[in-house]
C-alpha cells in the first residue's frame, strides 16, 4: 500500500448514516442522522459528567478550529495573486482605493471566495484569514495550543487580532516573546484581560511601534452615530484613551450625583443625559463632578521615557486598565501637573498613592507619599494595614484591596473595583478576619452569588490568589492583576479629581 522505507496511516470510515429506504419505514417514521445526543443521552448524566463532557466538547471544537485556520490558509495559497489583473492592466485594482492587502500573494478576491464558502460575509471572512494566517505563519505555539484543546478558539483568536495587524511592523522574534509571555496565562484569563495583556506585552517589548500606532491612530478619532431601532442611537467617540476614560467618568460621577440626590431613573439613563447636557447645553451652570482616572506605571517605565531609552522599563503603563505607552503615560501625568520637576505630586484637587511590589508583583503596601516619607525617615518596614476587630473594613485596608485587586475577583469578571464590595472570604459571622488577607473585590452579583448561591466554594491565599469552584466541581483560580508581571519597584496610582471623594464611602450600586 505504501512504498518501501515509508510511513503511511490507515484510516477506517465508519458510515454514521447507513442507507436507509423510506419506503420500507414504519408509518411516522423517518430517518435522519444520528446525533451525539443519541450515542451519550444528556439526560442520564450526572451534574459532573455533564460538565466534564462540556470541557471535552470544548477541547474538540478548538481542534476543529485550528484544522479549519489551516484550511483556510490553504486554500489560500491556492489562489495566487498572479492571477488577478496586474497593475497596469485594464480591469486591475486602483491604487488609490484598495485596501492593503493581508497577503500580496494571494488573489484580491479570496476573501470573496471563502465568504461564499463559509455564508458569511467579506468583512467576516476577511478577518478569518486574518487569524488563520497570524495563527500558522507567527504564532505556532498558540495555533498547537488551540489545536492540542489546551486553548479555545476566542483566546487564540483574541491573541491573533492583537498580533496580527498591529503586529505587522514587529520582527518574528518580538512576536514570540510577546507569545511566551501570554500563553501559560491565557486559558484563565476573560477574552478583555487576555487582549488588554497581550496590547501591554507588545508595548513594552517594541515601544517604538508602539508609538508609531498610536500617533496613526490619533489622527483617525472621529464623533459617529448609528440608529440601534426603537428610538434609540449609539454615539461613539474615537480618541486617545486617557481623555476617553475621563469624559466616561466624568458623564458617571454626574449620573451618580443626581441619583443621590434623588432622582429615580437609571444610572445608564442619567450618564447619558450628563453627556448630552454636557456638549449641547455648556453655558448652563452645571454642579462641579470627580472625574477619576487610574494610572498604573513602574518608576523605571517613566523615568526610562523621560530618558529616551525605549524597553528600558518592561511593566506596561495602564490607564484605567487598559494599557498605553509609557510616552502618553508622561504626557497625561504632566497634563495632571502630577509629574513635574519637582518629583511625583498629588495632581490639583486630586490623590496620589504609591503601591509598593515585590519582584513577582505581589504587593507589599499601598501607601500615600507622605506615608512612604515617614516609613523611610523612621526606618519602619511597609507591609499591609493590620486587621481591625470589626466587621467594615478600615479606609487603609480598602485602599490595600482595591489596589491588589484592581476588579471583581470572579474568575472572568472585569468589573472595576471601584464598583465593588469589599467581601469577607470567610464569612465574618463565620469567624472570618477582617484583614486584607481575608478580604477580596467583588461586584454586586459575583458576591451575591458567593453568599446565597448553593454548591460554591471560594478560598483564598494570603497573597489574594483565589480558589472558586462550582458545584459541579471545576475548579478556577484567580490571581491579583499585578501577580507574577515583570518587577517594578514602585506602582503609582494616580487618582486625578476635582473633589477628592472618602476611601471610607459605601459601594456606589
Known sequence: MFPPGSYGVGVTVAELRPAVRDDVLPAGVVSRPSRPGDLLPVGLMTPEEKAAHLQRVGEVEAALAAYKAELVVGLATDRPAGADRQRGQAGAASGEWAAQPLDEDVSEFFPDELALILTCSRTAATQLWEVSTTLLRRLPATW?????????????????????????????????????????????????????????????????????????????????????????????????YPEAAAVRSAADAQARALKKAGDERALGQLRGMALHDRMTRPWEDQPAVSAHVEVVASLDTLESAAAGAPGAGRAPVLVDGEPVTAALARELLERLDALCPGGLQAPTDGTLSLAVVDADGRLIAAVTRRELEAAVRCGQGLGPPPSV???????????????????????GCGNRAGWADLDHVVAHADGGDTGCANLCCLCRRHHRLKTHARGWC???????????????????????????????????????????TSDDDPPPF
Open 389 to 411: 476587630d470589626r466587621y467594615e473594613p478600615s479606609p487603609a485596608q480598602r485602599r490595600f484591596t482595591r489596589t491588589r485587586d484592581r476588579t471583581c475577583r470572579h474568575p
Open 144 to 240: 498547537a495550543a488551540l489545536a492540542d484543546g489546551v486553548l479555545d478558539w476566542p483566546r487564540a483568536r483574541a491573541i491573533a487580532l492583537e498580533l496580527g495587524w498591529p503586529g505587522r511592523e514587529s520582527p518574528d522574534d518580538v512576536l514570540a516573546a510577546v507569545e511566551a509571555a501570554v500563553l501559560p496565562q491565557a486559558a484563565g484569563l476573560s477574552i478583555h484581560r487576555l487582549r488588554a495583556l497581550v496590547r501591554g506585552e507588545l508595548i513594552a517589548a517594541d515601544p517604538a511601534a508602539a508609538d508609531r500606532r498610536r500617533r496613526r491612530a490619533e489622527r483617525s478619532a472621529d464623533v459617529t452615530v448609528r440608529g440601534l431601532g426603537d428610538g434609540m442611537g449609539e454615539l461613539r467617540a474615537t480618541m486617545p
Open 458 to 500: 471560594y478560598a483564598m491565599t494570603p497573597e489574594g490568589v483565589l480558589t472558586v469552584s462550582t458545584p459541579s466541581g471545576i475548579t478556577r483560580v484567580s490571581r491579583p492583576p499585578g501577580m507574577q508581571t515583570a518587577p517594578g519597584d514602585i506602582v503609582l496610582r494616580v487618582a486625578a479629581e476635582r473633589q477628592p
